[in-house]
């Protein structure tokens, strides 16, 4: 099964509302990123948690990391048509982390992300 | 800015034959990743390369394989094309030590 799994699968919300996404893991971690999606594009990376961080912020977006549960969340603050996108969670595979590599990730489903205007 | 770029957004190949993709990116990135991305599945690590002349296999590298002869330059190489890789492809960069990633547009590709 997939290392990060997203619920809800499809989110649909007015324009002005809040979002949240939840990303369920199951090995142990160095960070969590999230990346959106727009639709057929490629992906872009939003942010990144480390497992020693609790809380973070960007903008309109906030991401809170659970190591206990293996869990985070994805806070859309005031969302607007244009946050309209898919969304994933992806973890780094510990195990393979060397100090001249990047870490190899793995991602989940994704959410799909509705802003209705 | 990173720039990361795939030769082509849309292909449509036959089943059988050779298929090449390629990604360049030019902010000289050690590392480099080809995904498939299918409805239900998410995105798979075909193939990842650590280094020129580098490379290892990811979650599903059947029917693949890679080549990366110079640092910028990653290529995707479909032996013999069948239906069940139609997909899209994404590429994607990170410099070494890195974690985030940096995304090509993907190339959609049809096999028909």
């Known amino acids: 099964s997939q290392q990060g799994e997203e619920d809800p699968q499809a989110l649909s919300i007015q324009e002005g509302e809040n979002a949240t996404m939840n990303c369920s893991y199951k090995?142990?971690?160095?960070?969590l990123q999230w990346y959106r999606q727009n639709s057929g594009r490629g992906l872009v990376h939003l942010i990144l948690?480390?497992?020693?961080?609790r809380e973070k912020h960007s903008g309109r977006l906030r991401v809170t990391l659970d190591t206990s549960k293996k869990s985070s969340s994805l806070l859309i603050t005031a969302s607007r048509a244009a946050d309209t996108a898919s969304y994933f969670c992806?973890?780094?595979?510990?195990?393979?982390?060397?100090?001249?590599?990047?870490?190899?990730?793995?991602f989940g489903e994704g959410t799909q992300l509705t802003v209705n205007p | 800015d990173v720039k990361v770029t795939q030769s082509s957004r849309y292909l449509v190949k036959r089943t059988g034959e050779k298929v090449f993709l390629e990604c360049v990116q030019d902010?000289?990135?050690?590392?480099m990743f080809w995904y498939r991305q299918d409805p239900g599945l998410g995105l798979r690590l075909i193939y990842f390369?650590?280094?020129?002349?580098?490379?290892e296999k990811g979650d599903i590298p059947e029917g693949y394989s890679v080549s990366r002869e110079k640092k910028e330059r990653f290529s995707l190489i479909l032996e013999s094309a069948s239906t069940n890789q139609t997909s899209m492809y994404l590429c994607?960069?990170?410099?070494?030590?890195?974690?985030?990633?940096?995304f090509g547009p993907g190339t959609r590709l049809t096999v028909t």
């Open positions: 948690i480390r497992s020693n961080e």
């Open positions: 390369s650590y280094d020129v002349k580098m490379k």
């Open positions: 902010m000289d990135h050690e590392n």
């Open positions: 994607a960069s990170t410099r070494a030590g890195f974690y985030e990633q940096y």
């Open positions: 992806a973890t780094d595979v510990r195990a393979r982390v060397t100090e001249t590599s990047g870490s190899r990730l793995t």
């Open positions: 090995t142990s971690i160095n960070n």
